[in-house]
């Protein structure tokens, strides 16, 4: 299973809508996922005593990832940076096991000109820290809100088609990694 998480907490983001259309990908290679919606991360995970005890209600959201075969990260770009709480819910997943070996791959969502490349490589410095197999075919959406339509669908058939290729690659990569199966 594909696990890919969408790296904010703004209600209503861009990059939600670009995690939906990510998914819908993966669905028409016939593809199992799931996503993680930072939104919905439970309020006690805020709280300091979650450093040692993680709320019940986190369970989800941590056996998500490590229960993945592989992560795609959509991170928007926040002050050149990737968003707080992404970091956070970095930060509290289980450490080694929550990224050591696992694939990961990363789309960038921003306003301006660089598409998140900022985020995104900070991101590959976290994982490759953590010892994750990270996919090197990254894909970076500048201008994001140009980018798509009114119900959230890629405007450009190209900007989908680079998707499909990172889809299918990542998941060819993630099968030669784990040696296993992943298309239905």
């Known amino acids: 299973m594909i696990t890919l998480i969408s790296g904010t907490n703004r209600a209503d983001s861009n990059t939600r809508k670009v995690t939906a259309e990510i998914e819908a990908i ?72 929550a990224f050591e070996h696992r694939p990961v791959c990363f789309v960038g969502v921003a306003a301006g000109m660089f598409g998140a490349l900022r985020p995104v490589e900070h991101l590959q410095q976290i994982f490759g820290y953590r010892n994750a197999y990270i996919y090197p ?11 798509l339509d009114a119900q959230g669908k890629f405007k450009d058939p190209e900007l989908r088609e680079r998707f499909v290729q990172q889809a299918t690659g990542f998941v060819t990569f993630v099968e030669n990694v784990k040696g296993l199966k992943l298309r239905a």
């Open 26 to 97: 993966y669905r028409d290679l016939k593809v199992q996922t799931q996503t993680l919606d930072l939104t919905q991360l439970p309020a006690e995970l805020f709280t300091s005593a979650a450093y040692g005890t993680k709320p019940a209600a986190f369970t989800p959201f941590s056996d998500g990832v490590l229960k993945a075969d592989g992560l795609v990260i959509v991170t928007p770009e926040y002050n050149g940076g990737m968003p707080g709480v992404l970091k956070y819910f970095i930060d509290m997943l289980k450490f080694p096991e």
């Open 137 to 147: 075919n990254r894909v970076f959406i500048p201008g994001v809100m140009n980018q």
